[in-house]
């Protein structure tokens, strides 16, 4: 499958140039009768492998991708406006696609009433498939007896050192952590509450910060650290796999973020498009998602891997993502501050 993607890219390169070059679309690609899509895609291959196929058996559409980071496949969507080559982005956080919005045709999936509440398409350009939340991986032999059951556990002298985050200013799931921290305990994101709160937990970090978000719950899982800040995606992951860890959602409350799709406008095959859309969030897809691999899909009748856990049984807490998306650049300055300030 590897080798198919890297196929895929290579053709999709080679067909960019050669459009670039004068070669002329077919009068049925232009009618958006073709029975092909392109997708650019941060995805991973798990989610891809999961996916993918399904969606071509299905619809006997030939799918396309293009794999790269979400930042640069917005930048190459936005050189490309004048003539789109993607279809769909799937994929990209809601902030990014919200920064973007115009190169986003409107589109709700008649699938949409299916996802749970406060999931669901709003905008009317961007549909939520998946969502991941911040959590504490917790190495069970390393933790012993020591409670690690929310944020306030963390600031436990015996766990001196012994955290694994990573820098909010160069990892976004560490900035989600950040923000979800200021949340929980402190209502929102100026209190003196929860900016207190992260000082307390910065002097507990002993002036140890992973190299990145991969660095933090793997040295967890390697036993390295006893509790590691990371998202669930990884978390599930390790514990799926047999790790001697547990995932531990704060008891203060956990905030989900959607990982989200839309359609390029301007898109030559914009049926097919939509076509994909709906299928992110059918009930076979969500279904995949949530057995095969370590995502939480949206839908409220999706089946759900033994490795994840109800969310019912966590409790949440909503996020506000346009204040974040608006002021992210202040939050990591106020982090900067009080992380020089408390780590001395």
């Known amino acids: 499958m590897m080798k198919w993607l890297k196929m895929s890219v290579i053709l999709t390169l080679l067909a960019g140039v050669l459009a670039a070059c004068g070669g002329s679309k077919s009068e049925g690609d232009e009618a958006g009768g073709s029975n092909k899509l392109v997708v650019y895609t941060p995805n991973s291959e798990t989610m891809i492998n999961a996916l993918i196929p399904m969606f071509e058996k299905q619809t006997g559409i030939t799918v396309e991708l293009v794999s790269a980071g979400s930042g640069e496949l917005i930048k190459r969507i936005q050189s490309e406006k004048e003539s789109p080559y993607a279809d769909v982005m799937f994929g990209g956080a809601f902030e990014l696609f919200n920064a973007n919005a115009d190169l986003f045709e409107k589109y709700v999936s008649p699938n949409d009433q299916y996802l749970l509440e406060g999931h669901r398409n709003t905008t009317g350009f961007m549909t939520s498939y998946v969502s991941d939340g911040s959590v504490l991986l917790v190495n069970t032999n390393l933790a012993g007896d020591i409670p690690i ?11 001196k050192g012994k955290i694994a985050i990573a820098d909010p200013a160069n990892s976004s799931s560490a900035f989600h952590q950040l923000t979800n921290m200021l949340k929980a305990k402190g209502g929102d994101y100026t209190s003196d509450a929860g900016w207190n709160y992260v000082g ?10 992973a ?13 390295e650290y006893i509790v590691a800040l990371t998202y669930e995606d990884p978390a599930a992951s390790y514990v799926r796999d047999g790790a001697p860890v547990k995932v531990v ?11 989200v799709a839309g359609i390029v406008k301007g898109s030559k095959h914009e049926e097919n498009a939509k076509k994909f859309i709906d299928f992110l969030i059918s009930k076979e897809a969500q279904n995949a998602l949530g057995t095969e691999t370590t995502n939480r899909p949206l839908r409220t009748d999706a089946q759900l891997g033994s490795y994840m856990t109800p969310i019912d049984q966590i409790k949440v807490i909503q996020e506000d993502v346009n204040y974040v998306s608006d002021h992210k650049k202040e939050i ?4 900067t501050d009080v992380f020089t300030s408390f780590s001395k």
């Open 211 to 223: 190299a990145g978000s991969s660095k933090a719950h793997k040295s967890v899982a390697d036993g």
């Open 200 to 209: 307390e937990l910065v002097k507990n970090l002993d002036g140890k910060i």
């Open 332 to 335: 990591i300055e106020k982090y």
């Open 249 to 259: 959602y704060p008891s203060e409350g956990t905030v989900f973020l959607d990982a």
């Open 149 to 159: 059951n929310s944020y306030e556990d963390l600031l436990n002298p015996k766990l």
